[in-house]
């Protein structure tokens, strides 16, 4: 199966390193999470593809405070300084990529799409290291990716990746093996046993300070809502529900969770930013749709400074916007230069 994306109708993601928001997560072996006896392996490589075509002459200028941003119609990781100027870009060949995501290192993970499926993984210096993942050729199961969903890396330097095509996540680690896989719902051989008690096609993923994984459901059948996981992928609880009240959603994308504990969700189809406590309890909301500041047009990642700021790719007005904490739009940038950016990712 591939899930193949029209231009502009991409289900983008937002990433940020934030070492207050690092959790450990370890592997367990559960109902549904299974570990494999002989587990794929990644394909390594050496070439350099980061800055093939840089705005400003020294790569080393970069270092800290830089901004990622995954421009996906136009195949390609775009870097910004702080203020919104662009640096530079890069691709590897990206096919519409959808996700990305930094680890505590700089090293950086992309997620890629349309006909590819895999994920590349980059140093800090921008050379490629190896490649993982594969398109659904030989059936599904561990080591088998979509064409689209998102990434979390935890702070032992492993990454979650969803597959929601296939209604299930796996964790590989560091090196690009991968650790396990978590059902969540009856696809066949390589995921048959569902951790959860309804099905769900988990999009956006997030992890909180206890390391428990949370992820957006996008499944309409069963109701848009965020469900809630243990560090090992055992179902723990779900909030949300299908709507436009407060709470409530209507094909929900990415979510990001601040230093205290605070859910924040891109309701996309409703075009605003809700706002959750720890528990699920609904607190705010904030953005209506339109193109004008603080407004949202296919809102879909989010992501956190270390200032608490927040990070908002609005997909289809082709920019990132920047709010405070408690929803004050702050700025913007990527106007004129940004064709549906998926995901975003700050530079430590």
């Known amino acids: 199966m591939k ?12 990433a940020l390193v934030n070492a207050g928001l690092m959790i450990v997560l370890t592997l367990a072996t559960v109902t549904g999470v299974s570990s494999a006896q002989s587990r794929p392996m990644a394909t390594h490589n050496t070439e350099t593809y980061l800055y093939d075509n840089v705005l400003s002459a020294d790569p080393a200028s970069r270092v800290g405070g830089n901004i990622y941003v ?3 119609a136009h195949h390609r990781v775009a870097i910004f300084d702080a203020n919104g100027n662009q640096l530079g870009q890069f691709n590897h060949g990206f096919s519409s990529p ?4 930094l680890d505590a290192s700089n090293n950086l993970y992309v997620k890629d799409g349309n006909y590819h499926c895999q994920a590349d993984k980059f140093n800090s210096k921008g050379q490629f290291l190896f490649r993982f993942g594969a398109c659904d050729t030989q059936g599904l199961g561990l080591g088998v990716f979509d064409n689209i969903g998102s990434m979390a890396v935890d702070a032992t330097g ?17 090196s690009g093996n991968f650790l396990s896989i978590v059902c969540m719902a009856n696809v066949g051989t390589g995921c048959s046993i569902p951790v959860t008690p309804f099905l769900v096609q988990p ?9 428990n994984i949370y992820v957006t459901n996008v499944d309409q059948t069963t109701g ?34 601040d230093s205290t504990g605070d859910i924040y ?6 075009n605003r930013i809700e706002k959750f406590g720890p528990n699920g309890k609904y607190l705010s909301q904030f953005g209506s749709f339109g193109s004008g500041d603080g407004q949202f047009n296919n809102p879909v990642g989010l992501a956190f400074d ?33 064709f549906g950016p998926n995901a975003v990712a700050v530079r430590k």
């Open 224 to 257: 848009y809502s965020v469900v809630k996981f243990n560090s090992s992928g055992v179902y723990l609880s779900t909030f949300g529900s299908s709507g436009s009240g407060d709470g409530q959603f209507t094909y929900p994308q990415n979510l990001a969770i």
């Open 98 to 101: 959808t996700g990305m995501a």
């Open 306 to 338: 270390p200032e608490g700021n927040i990070y908002v790719s609005d997909v289809n007005n082709d920019r990132i916007q920047k709010f405070s904490s408690s929803g004050t739009y702050l700025s913007q940038f990527g106007n004129g230069l940004l």
């Open 3 to 14: 899930h193949t994306l029209p231009p502009k109708q991409f289900v983008p993601t937002l």
């Open 203 to 211: 999009y956006g993923i997030a992890l909180d300070h206890s390391g």
């Open 158 to 174: 492993d990454v979650w990746v969803t597959s929601p095509d296939f209604y299930y996540m796996q964790k590989v680690d560091s």
């Open 70 to 72: 995954l421009d996906t």
């Open 265 to 270: 969700v891109a309701d996309t189809g409703n």
